[in-house]
């Protein structure tokens, strides 16, 4: 299946031009760094990810952090638009073929995650429709409060450092804002936008269950202001991030030990209780959330800007 994408609107249009297909400029995120707020503000995303991380070593056995993260916003986006050749509505093999032709996991993959989201509270059962051979889904308050949560603190961080970001809490309270929203972000998602495009060096976290979050965790367990996050050194406490995030120690020690290997982060003293992120990490951290919040800010305006004119 091959996704027809069409996005239409002057603020596309300037998002797109004349920085490549992924309409972020290094200039950009070079320009929104050099913020005086933006070390507050990044922290405050930061700190965010590790009080929402709500980890489940199932669905983790079955799918990376990052394709969690995505299936959750995939599942509000079939709810409300549907897929190529459909109508609304969230469906078991809708979200496999969407997957699928998304590389972000198998089909079998992405029907276990649907079946543990059930379980969960975040998805259920649609009442019985005319045509019994379709059995819809549908995300449940649950899920639709979580997803409102990471967007409060997001656009709380925004706001430091962006004019959009007072637009956007203010919009965050109107109904409509959901659903329009979670289009902006899969549209621009369809059509090749990967946040870790801007920052590769956080892949090895990005693939690891709670890898990212640990690796905030941790730059938040460093200097408590000045640069974010702080090279070092940081205190290390296996056990501790293990019993924090649901993980296993070794887990925790192999990805540590991985990052280690790539020249990510490194070991100051003999004992191994402390570590300190190289500058290529700490750029790399830098990049991606100052991407992330300029990326974020595009949509909710184009998510605003539609409601504000229906």
Not at 42 to 54: E, K, Q, T, W
Not at 118 to 125: E, H, I, N, P, S
Not at 206 to 229: C, D, K, W, Y
Not at 256 to 262: H, I, M, Q, S
Request: positive net charge.
């Amino acid at each position: 299946m091959t996704r027809s994408v069409t996005v239409s609107g002057r603020a596309q249009g300037e998002w797109l031009r004349g920085s490549g297909a992924d309409g972020l400029s290094a200039e950009t995120i070079a320009a929104l760094a050099a913020h005086p707020r933006f070390d507050e503000a990044i922290r405050l995303v930061a700190a965010g990810m590790v009080r929402l991380h709500r980890g489940n070593r199932l669905v983790s056995t079955l799918v990376s952090d990052r394709g969690r993260f995505v299936i959750g916003y995939l599942c509000v986006y079939l709810h409300y638009f549907g897929d190529d050749g459909h109508g609304p509505g969230l469906t078991t093999s809708r979200m496999r073929a969407l997957c699928v032709e998304q590389k972000l996991c198998s089909g079998n993959r992405a029907e276990a995650v649907l079946a543990l989201m059930r379980l969960a509270g975040y998805l259920a059962a649609a009442p019985a429709s005319a045509d019994r051979r379709i059995r819809l889904l549908v995300p449940t308050d649950r899920l639709i409060s979580s997803l409102r949560e990471r967007w409060a603190n997001q656009f709380e961080a925004m706001r430091r450092v962006l004019p959009e970001g007072d637009r956007a809490l203010a919009a965050l309270g109107r109904p409509e804002f959901t659903p329009a929203f979670v289009r902006h972000l899969s549209i621009r998602f369809f059509a090749g936008f990967r946040l870790l495009d801007q920052a590769p060096d956080l892949e090895l976290f990005m693939e690891r269950n709670a890898g990212i979050v640990v690796l905030l965790h941790l730059a938040l367990t460093g200097a408590q202001s000045g640069p974010f996050p702080p090279e070092g050194p940081i205190p290390v406490s296996i056990s501790a991030i293990a019993a924090r995030f649901g993980v296993s120690r070794s887990h925790v020690r192999k990805l540590l030990r991985d990052a280690g290997d790539a020249g990510l982060i490194h070991r100051p003293d003999a004992d191994g209780s402390h570590i300190g992120l190289s500058p290529r990490l700490v750029k790399a951290v830098r990049v991606f959330l100052a991407a992330a919040l300029l990326f974020l800010a595009h949509c909710a305006v184009a998510a605003i800007d539609e409601i504000d004119a229906v």
